[in-house]
């Protein structure tokens, strides 16, 4: 089975900036894969590449079988993936005057020409997945962070994707609120669902990834089972990372 995702050699600059460099990596279909690092490293960045948020200077990237060129010059390719990849920000980005409902249903309808029913059918399905099928009716402004989470959630599984990228889905959710997230995380890992997901959430990744990556300062310097980053790094920076954050 062919790999989800396929970077080689990717080069990102913003101006003088030089923010990844030289990135290989590949992501197989069903892998959970978590990228951690210091502030700053790049982490968020190379997700956004993945998606074409981010137009990169120099490489290959290939998602979901359909190939992204340098300075977002294949169009065409760049709205495939995005019809195939979901991505949950760390800001919910929801449609403050849509329902929670209307939200996850629209862009089946808009962007799948799914029926108004159908997509509000699957809507409802989804909320209740992600255990907040009781709000559908609501409003983002009359949620939680973590149920707005979820509702974002839902409305990227909405599209089907082959692809789930998570850039920080936690960082902006009180205390009490991140667990009901990564509660939903989990389930979706355990259900097969491709992830490449961006946390500082340590105990999380030890528990669901199949691979971690550490990023410092744009280079990927170490990646493994979790057990073996967490357990026995061998980069002196993986190293000196790790006994910093695991310490808190």
Same mark, same amino acid.
């Given at each position: 089975?062919?790999?989800?995702?396929? $970077?080689?050699?990717? %080069?990102?600059?913003?101006?003088?900036?030089?923010?990844?460099?030289? $990135?290989?990596?590949?992501?197989?279909? &069903?892998?959970?894969? *978590? /990228? $951690?690092?210091?502030?700053?490293?790049?982490?968020?960045?190379?997700?956004?590449?993945? %998606?074409?948020?981010?137009?990169?200077?120099? !490489?290959?990237?290939?998602?979901?079988?359909?190939?992204?060129?340098? @300075?977002?010059? %294949?169009?065409?390719?760049?709205?495939? $993936?995005?019809?195939?990849?979901?991505?949950?920000?760390?800001?919910?980005?929801?449609?403050?005057?849509?329902?929670?409902?209307?939200?996850?249903?629209?862009?089946?309808?808009?962007?799948? &020409?799914?029926?108004?029913?159908?997509?509000?059918?699957?809507?409802?399905?989804?909320?209740?997945?992600? &255990?907040?099928?009781?709000?559908?009716?609501? @409003?983002?402004?009359?949620?939680?962070?973590?149920?707005?989470?979820?509702?974002? /959630?839902?409305?990227?599984?909405?599209?089907?994707?082959?692809?789930?990228?998570?850039?920080?889905?936690?960082?902006?959710?009180?205390?009490?609120?991140?667990?009901?997230?990564?509660?939903?995380?989990?389930?979706?890992?355990?259900? !097969?669902?491709?992830?490449? /997901? *961006?946390?500082?959430?340590?105990?999380?990744?030890?528990? *669901?990834?199949?691979?971690?990556? @550490? /990023?410092?300062?744009?280079?990927?310097?170490?990646?493994?089972?979790?057990?073996? *980053?967490?357990?026995?790094?061998?980069?002196?920076?993986?190293?000196?990372?790790?006994?910093?954050?695991?310490?808190?």
């Amino acid at each position: 089975m062919s790999a989800i995702v396929k $970077i080689e050699n990717m %080069n990102k600059h913003f101006g003088s900036l030089h923010v990844l460099k030289d $990135i290989e990596l590949s992501v197989e279909p &069903g892998e959970v894969v *978590v /990228i $951690i690092g210091a502030s700053g490293s790049g982490k968020s960045t190379l997700i956004r590449c993945v %998606n074409g948020l981010e137009e990169f200077q120099d !490489g290959a990237v290939e998602v979901v079988k359909h190939q992204l060129e340098p @300075y977002g010059r %294949n169009q065409k390719a760049l709205h495939e $993936i995005r019809s195939e990849v979901g991505m949950v920000f760390q800001q919910f980005n929801l449609f403050p005057h849509l329902t929670v409902l209307e939200n996850v249903a629209l862009a089946p309808v808009k962007v799948r &020409g799914q029926s108004k029913e159908a997509a509000r059918q699957n809507a409802r399905e989804l909320l209740e997945r992600v &255990g907040i099928a009781n709000q559908a009716d609501k @409003y983002p402004t009359q949620l939680s962070g973590g149920q707005q989470q979820r509702v974002a /959630i839902a409305r990227s599984l909405a599209m089907e994707p082959r692809l789930m990228l998570f850039d920080e889905p936690t960082s902006a959710l009180d205390p009490e609120m991140i667990g009901e997230v990564l509660d939903v995380m989990r389930e979706l890992a355990a259900d !097969g669902m491709t992830m490449m /997901i *961006v946390t500082h959430e340590m105990g999380f990744a030890r528990e *669901v990834a199949h691979r971690v990556i @550490y /990023i410092h300062e744009g280079q990927i310097v170490e990646q493994g089972k979790p057990a073996d *980053v967490f357990d026995n790094p061998q980069n002196e920076r993986t190293q000196t990372f790790l006994a910093r954050v695991l310490k808190h």
